[in-house]
């Protein structure tokens, strides 16, 4: 299993290869890296850590472990649980889709899809800077936002 500091230089080296800075669209949004030539994927949560995204303007957080695939809002503080998925690599990225199987009955969304990739990030509110983006789109609605494996939650840098 590879240590939390193995997964960090390696980042740092993948931050390295593609450069810095974010992108924005003319709508004001980031754009992905325009070329894929030289970046290489983030890597898949290990059994022992866990891949976290994190957006606002709406609040909301994935977490992404070996065992399991937790969406929370604010709304919903104790999480809906979607069973486990491999990433799949697409592009510059990872891809993690998932569904929940719920009887009509019960309420809270049923698809989830989270895209990450190499590339700067800024939540915007606390100006932290993450090292990977992130795109979430739960039951056909789309969010974007930043990602880190927990235990590097920023780069240190305000």
Not at 7 to 34: D, K, M, W
Request: charged letters at 25%; one cysteine or more; glycine letters at 10%.
């Amino acid at each position: 299993m590879r240590t939390v500091a193995t997964q960090f230089s390696c980042l740092l080296l993948v931050v390295a290869l593609i450069g810095c800075g974010n992108r924005t669209t003319p709508e004001g949004g980031r754009s992905r890296p325009e070329s894929t030539a030289t970046t290489t994927p983030p890597e898949s949560p290990a059994f022992d850590s866990t891949l976290v995204a994190l957006g606002n303007e709406p609040f909301w957080n994935v977490h992404v472990a070996a065992g399991e695939i937790i969406y929370t809002v604010p709304e919903h503080q104790e999480g809906y649980r979607f069973p486990p998925a491999r990433a799949a690599v697409e592009g510059d990225g990872r891809v993690y889709r998932t569904r929940r199987e719920l009887p009509q009955s019960e309420t809270g969304p049923r698809t989830l899809q989270l895209r990450i990739w190499q590339e700067p990030c800024s939540d915007g509110m606390s100006d932290r800077k993450y090292t990977m983006s992130a795109a979430l789109l739960i039951d056909g609605e789309s969010r974007s936002g930043c990602a880190f494996f927990k235990g590097d939650a920023w780069t240190g840098e305000r």
